[in-house]
């Protein structure tokens, strides 16, 4: 049996219908909450107003790592306008981070230069911030550990001394089991008769959302919280608020209302101190609390991408076929445990999926310092893991002797074969990705090196990835509810436990409900955020929404297409199987003209207000996926569907400036089906554009735990004068699994982008870059080094 032939799952159905047959399905249907936008009609939380709200600021951390000796708020109590002051020493204890290592307001020691020391509520901005001027903290300071070698040095000092529990800590590695262990690693080494072994390192990067972050926490008289909150996590978000109550005394509920969020990528995955400390305020002073953040706290008191490093050894066959692949990865998680701390478990997901390679071992570290604390970002790990894996493999290619293209070609994934992690993807465009980007790129008669008369050389790189696309069983629920009714005018109210953060979740909704009732698409309005009116939704992340929000409306608009097509039927005396609805309009197979066209709405009418009993067209639904919760030796099928993608890039590099232009950017994604192309064009291009800001420009500056570079002016991130030729294709395999065939397509658009331009940047000048980012310096300084020049 040939290496293709191993492992294959049977033949799966292909698409659910027909492309011929769908109406609204597969259209450029413009962002249902455009308009809105463009108008300023869309409300963000800097637009809201409570009565009686107040505004609260935080006082940050003024060392990176000390002890709290004192804290004196009596100046700040005196200032006008002040109507609470809170420190550690006046509140409830509450814990947050998923290992519960973080007090909100902290006690006894600080860790960062990002920890809350105390806040103050005031009835206006200008108050609130004299009143944090005026709070005097004296510090003991302790030794600063600022990476993860220092961390780890014997004697180093701890960061924690104890865990949540109680239980003393010996040093500053935090136990998490990030092992991974796939077929047999040294069997792999000994067919291997090519190896190379290189070391990679990428830096913190903020998200760099529109909108800072902000919440406004309120409590009624029976002791109830309504937060209003940008979170991607409204039904999550509201157990740890629930949680955070109990610790506070209050007995009420909690309802979670987010507001048109203004960018999300991953930042608001988890809950931050900035939310509890607004409730505590609240709950002091028994009026709304504002809290919204500066642009420099926005950078440096939420969380960025994780900070890495990677050493990688890959190896294949005399034929140049993979036979092993072994990485360690050491990750900088900062003060405190949050999301980022979790990114090694996806890590996992191309470390042993992405090509096809029998025998693997992953190994991560995660180790505390005084730098800020990680959070998730998009492609939570996968951009990082990809950019080691993608760029050793061009060396490999290079060593075997073997053009990078094609040892990628006699690598790529397959549809049916079961991964050495347990992944099925039952289908599979690597291979059709990776053709189409060759193609369109011209690769096969590329001319590489110095354009004559210039100074400048020009280069072609590829690289792959895969993403998860059907989910991913992180919690023990990975699903979604809906809800959906309609009025007797024709109107559908959608209700999704999922959330919108601009990505056009409420466009594609709306598609996927019109398509199965047989409505136009502007009579379907989605309503999300909202943990009153919407059920429970696992949230925002993963690339998850199309496939598991989308499975979700799309069996609850069947329930009640199923209801609609029973009514008709009964109302017009013909069959069930003889009625369709198409574009608002009620078709029967009937001899009775006056019957065979009946616009929805009088048969709708006609059903509420019968004299036989009103009939209402509603259903709930709750869908979850046939997904496995990885844990123990993380072997399973993690979600339901992968998304595969290849992305090609042609630049030139200015050999006297180090200078890196981007000329062409062509992007293949196996989608599965196109709900929107139009949503996945903005996807493609927004994605490709913040992965050549991590790749070319991106990087938050540390001197000792202190961000150096906290705005626009001195964060390099790339604005719309420095966009570039994307060409996006879609290619498409018909998921049976998805709705309508379709995958998640968040995240994978930034994926490969760094390791395909540094590939590209060694065909055209031949250094071999392993750092983020690419910057013109570092470009220009391995270009002096390989001419064995001196840096000046």
């Not at 616009?599 to 869908?623: D, I, P, Q």
């Not at 399973?636 to 890039?649: C, K, L, Q």
């Not at 192309?677 to 554009?689: E, H, K, N, T, V």
Request: aromatic share 8%; hydrophobic share 40%.
């Amino acid at each position: 049996m040939t290496r293709k032939e191993e492992r294959l799952l049977p033949e799966v159905e292909r698409a659910v219908r027909a492309p011929e047959e769908l109406v609204v399905v597969g259209k450029r249907i413009p962002k249902s909450d455009a308009l809105y936008k463009v108008l300023g009609q869309a409300q963000y939380i800097y637009d809201m107003q409570l009565p009686g709200m107040l505004y609260g600021k935080i006082l940050w951390s003024e060392r990176a790592h000390a002890k709290i000796i004192s804290i004196d708020t009596s100046e700040a109590e005196k200032v006008p306008g002040v109507r609470a002051v809170i420190t550690a020493q006046n509140t409830p204890e509450i814990r947050i981070g998923f290992m519960k290592d973080q007090p909100v307001l902290k006690k006894d020691k600080v860790r960062s230069f990002r920890d809350e020391v105390a806040a103050v509520a005031a009835t206006s901005w200008e108050a609130a911030e004299e009143a944090i001027s005026r709070i005097k903290v004296v510090y003991e300071d302790l030794p600063g550990i600022f990476s993860p070698e220092e961390a780890m040095e014997e004697g180093a000092p701890l960061i924690h001394e104890m865990d949540a529990r109680g239980k003393e800590l010996k040093d500053n590695r935090i136990r998490l089991p990030w092992k991974l262990v796939c077929g047999d690693l040294e069997k792999g080494k000994a067919e291997a008769t090519c190896t190379v072994t290189t070391s990679y390192e990428v830096p913190a990067v903020n998200h760099c959302c529109m909108g800072t972050s902000a919440c406004i926490a309120s409590f009624d008289a029976g002791d109830n919280l309504t937060i209003y909150d940008i979170t991607q996590i409204p039904s999550l978000a509201k157990a740890d608020f629930l949680e955070a109550l109990k610790a506070m005394g209050a007995k009420g509920r909690v309802r979670v209302i987010t507001p048109t969020i203004g960018g999300g990528f991953g930042s608001k995955l988890d809950t931050y101190g900035y939310q509890y400390i607004a409730m505590l305020l609240s709950h002091r002073t028994k009026r709304p609390v504002k809290i919204v953040f500066t642009r420099e706290e926005e950078f440096f008191a939420t969380s960025p991408r994780q900070q890495a490093k990677f050493t990688i050894t890959q190896g294949c066959d005399k034929e140049g076929y993979l036979t092993f692949r072994e990485v360690n990865a050491t990750l900088d998680n900062g003060a405190y445990i949050s999301w980022g701390a979790t990114t090694p478990s996806v890590m996992m997901m191309p470390m042993s999926s992405l090509y096809r390679v029998p025998n693997i071992e992953f190994k991560s570290t995660c180790i505390y310092t005084n730098n800020t604390w990680a959070q998730a970002m998009r492609g939570y790990g996968n951009p990082q893991a990809t950019f080691a894996i993608d760029c050793n493999m061009d060396e490999l290619a290079e060593k075997a002797g073997i053009d990078p293209v094609e040892f990628r070609r006699r690598n790529a994934n397959i549809p049916g074969e079961e991964t050495p992690q347990g992944f099925l993807p039952r289908t599979c465009g690597h291979r059709e990705c990776l053709e189409a980007v060759v193609e369109k790129m011209g690769y096969e008669g590329r001319q590489s090196g110095i354009v004559e008369g210039t100074p400048k050389a020009r280069g072609m790189g590829v690289a792959s990835l895969i993403h998860v696309g059907g989910g991913a069983k992180i919690y023990r629920s990975d699903g979604c509810a809906t809800s959906i009714k309609i009025d007797d005018d024709g109107w559908v109210d959608v209700f999704s436990g999922s959330q919108d953060i601009g990505q056009g979740l409420d466009t594609v909704l709306r598609q996927i409900v019109a398509e199965v009732l047989g409505f136009k698409p502007e009579k379907v309005k989605i309503h999300v955020g909202d943990t009153d009116t919407c059920g429970w939704d696992a949230g925002c992340h993963a690339s998850r929404s199309t496939f598991v929000a989308g499975n979700s409306a799309k069996v609850c608009a069947e329930i009640v297409r199923a209801q609609m097509v029973a009514n008709f039927a009964a109302q017009l005396e013909v069959a069930e199987d003889a009625i369709s609805i198409t574009e608002g309009e009620v078709l029967a197979q009937t001899d009775d003209p006056d019957k065979q066209v009946t616009k929805v709405e009088r048969l709708l009418r006609r059903a509420h207000m019968t004299g036989r009993g009103n009939t209402m067209f509603m259903a709930s639904n709750f869908w979850e996926p046939n997904n496995k919760l990885l844990a123990g030796d993380f072997h399973g099928n993690f979600s339901m569907a992968y998304t595969y993608g290849v992305h090609g890039v042609e630049l030139e590099v200015d050999t006297e400036t180090g200078q890196v232009d981007v000329i062409n950017y062509v992007a293949a994604h196996d989608i599965g089906k196109a709900i929107n192309p139009m949503l996945l064009d903005g996807q493609a291009y927004g994605g490709i554009m913040q992965g050549i800001g991590y790749a070319l420009t991106e990087e938050m500056l540390f001197d000792k735990g202190k961000l150096l570079n906290p705005n626009f002016r001195d964060y390099k991130i790339l604005t719309c004068l420095d966009v570039v030729p994307i060409e996006a294709i879609i290619v498409e395999t018909d998921d049976p699994e998805g709705p309508f065939g379709a995958k998640g397509v968040g995240e994978p658009g930034l994926v490969p982008v760094a390791p395909a331009i540094a590939n590209a940047i060694y065909d055209a000048v031949g250094i071999r870059l392993r750092r983020l980012p690419m910057t013109p310096d570092r470009v220009l300084e391995a270009l002096w080094a390989k001419a064995g020049k001196a840096i000046a």
